[in-house]
């Protein structure tokens, strides 16, 4: 018999496997030519990457259950992350454009 | 009668457990070392994802064009396969809580044969672009693809090796420990996320 964690398990795991479904939709080539430099797809597709990596660590590793501390440092992380890939990316158009 | 297992010893919510939380039924899952490992390699990674994003930033759209040759569909499959790997192994994780040996057993399995399915994948895309003539040193969008496929694939190797110690816990009555099979689901899932952030940076974003 499924439990109630099983259930939320599987509900984790469909609403990744819809992500990465979107995050293919927005970043894949809907018009022939060559791909392009794209801000809004950029910082769509590495935002949910970083969505889906807390929900990885908060879900199924289990870090909601975790002290906070640890929550926190795992948070952390992933904001500096992903504020430095798209803040380089920023600057890097900036300098292109 | 089935000896008492460590699982049951240890599980949240027994006397035990709670007596050494200390923090309102909050637990570190797993041993407190493969969380620092795991931010010890998510900080390396995060090192090579912004010498990655650098360069990319430097060069303009001058990696785009080698971009176009990856094929989105094998990115794609490999996050669904590790996620759906990622799902049996915290599905292994509440199963052995539950003393359900034999069902986390075969999920530590089916973690196992996503795994191969996903370096037999990575596998068949490295001889597709090889043979396409794109390799280590055609430019250094695909020397980055290289390195961060495999050396991500490198640590999936070594996962192999934690899920048969997590395999061999659940298959021994008087081995079995909770904390040690949560280690091993740890560190799985950490191969899991560091995936899902080298799909969007090599594969999808622009």
Same mark, same amino acid.
């Given at each position: ?97 | ?41 998510? =900080?390396?990674? @995060? &090192?090579? /994802?912004?010498?990655?994003?650098? +360069?990319? *930033?430097?060069? %303009? ?20 396969? =590790?996620?759906? @790997? &990622?799902? /049996?192994?915290?599905?292994?994780? +509440?199963? *052995?809580?539950? %003393? ?20 037999? =994948? ?85």
């Amino acid at each position: 018999m499924q439990t109630a964690g099983d259930k939320r398990l599987s509900i984790v795991w469909i609403v990744l496997s819809g992500v990465t479904l979107v995050s293919w939709w927005i970043g894949f080539d809907h018009h022939t030519g060559p791909l392009r430099l794209n801000a809004p797809i950029t910082f769509g597709v590495l935002s949910l990457a970083a969505l889906k990596s807390r929900i990885i660590i908060q879900e199924f590793m289990e870090a909601r259950r975790a002290p906070r501390l640890l929550r926190r440092i795992t948070d952390a992380w992933l904001l500096l992350l992903l504020l430095s890939l798209l803040g380089i990316y920023s600057i890097g158009m900036g300098f292109h454009l | 009668m089935r000896p008492m297992s460590n699982a049951a010893m240890n599980a949240p919510g027994s006397a035990e457990a709670n007596s050494s939380l200390g923090n309102a039924g909050l637990r570190i899952p797993g041993q407190p070392d493969m969380w620092a490992f795991v931010m010890f390699e998510a =900080l390396i990674f @995060s &090192s090579y /994802f912004i010498v990655y994003m650098i +360069r990319r *930033a430097m060069a %303009g759209d001058h990696f785009l064009p080698a971009q176009e040759h990856l094929s989105q569909g094998f990115g794609v499959a490999n996050t669904l396969i =590790l996620l759906l @790997s &990622s799902w /049996f192994m915290a599905g292994s994780v +509440r199963s *052995a809580r539950e %003393g359900k040996y034999d069902i986390a057993l075969r999920q530590v399995l089916l973690t196992a044969a996503c795994g191969l399915l996903f370096v037999g =994948l990575k596998l068949l895309e490295w001889s597709d672009k090889i043979g396409e003539g794109l390799t280590l040193s055609t430019n250094e969008f695909f020397s980055f693809y290289y390195f961060l496929t495999a050396i991500h694939v490198l640590h999936v190797l070594f996962g192999f090796v934690v899920l048969a110690v997590a395999a061999r816990e659940l298959r021994s009555p008087p081995r079995r420990s909770q904390e040690i099979v949560e280690t091993c689901a740890t560190y799985w899932h950490m191969i899991d996320f560091l995936w899902v952030i080298i799909f969007a940076l090599l594969y999808v974003m622009r």
